[in-house]
Structures are given as C-alpha cells and as structure tokens.
Nanobody
Framework: QEQLVESGGGSVEAGGSLRLSCKVSANIYATHTMAWFRQTPGKEREGVAVIDRPGNITYADSVKGRFTIARDNAVNTLHLQLSSLKPDDTAMYYC??????????????????????WGQGTQVTVSS
C-alpha cells in the first residue's frame, strides 16, 4: 500500500502556477515532518520546502516567495503551491516524510537524509 501519492504536476509556461498535492497515510501524516523535494536528471535531489508537525516552515532560497507549502489536516494531504514558475523549476517533484515531529533547526530539514518515506514523484515542466 502506497503511503505517499503525489498529483498535480503538468506543463505550464513561465510565470504560470501549479498546485501539487500529496495524499499521505494517516499514521504517517499524524507524526511526521513533511517535505517536497525535486530532482532533474544528473543532479542531486534538492529540498524545496518543509513543514513540521507544529507548523514550522522553511523554503529553499531558490523558491522563497514563489512557493507555498501547507497541510490540509482534514484530508491528510500536503500541498505545494507553485507560482511565478521559471524554466529552472522544471523537475520531478517528490513528497517525503521524516519520522520526526520536528527537526531543529528547521533549515536542516531540507537535506534528504532525514526522510524515510517517498512518493513516486510528479513531473513539473515549465517552458520559456
């Protein structure tokens, strides 16, 4: 049974918006720090945004002010709103869960080694 299932990727023009969603199994959603990562071929996986159980949030500098991470507790779903998209945002986006209520300092939660559960990914393609 899949524990993290992403949706919402697609192709948009530069300046456009997308909303990614990640449906999370209840046992993980209730106890884990959640994050979005992205990866392009030949590059390392990059942390994009993190939200822990108390609601602390951090973003990669490259997306700050353009992306917004949020939890929808009613339906155990993690969202990532992508706005003002650039061609450099083109990547496979992954939802991930770390078995920690919080990670301190929250900034360090952008590193992938904390995360033990991963979704299958959803592709975002931004054309110029």
């Amino acid at each position: 049974q899949e524990q993290l299932v992403e949706s919402g990727g697609g192709s948009v023009e530069a300046g456009g918006s997308l909303r990614l969603s990640c449906k999370v199994s209840a046992n993980i959603y209730a106890t884990h720090t959640m994050a979005w990562f992205r990866q392009t071929p030949g590059k390392e996986r990059e942390g994009v945004a993190v939200i822990d159980r108390p609601g602390n949030i951090t973003y990669a500098d490259s997306v700050k002010g353009r992306f917004t991470i949020a939890r929808d507790n009613a339906v155990n779903t993690l969202h990532l709103q992508l706005s003002s998209l650039k061609p450099d945002d083109t990547a496979m986006y992954y939802c991930a869960a770390a078995p920690n209520n919080t990670i301190s300092p929250i900034r360090t939660a952008l590193y992938p080694h904390f995360y033990k559960a991963w979704g299958q990914g959803t592709q975002v393609t931004v054309s110029s």
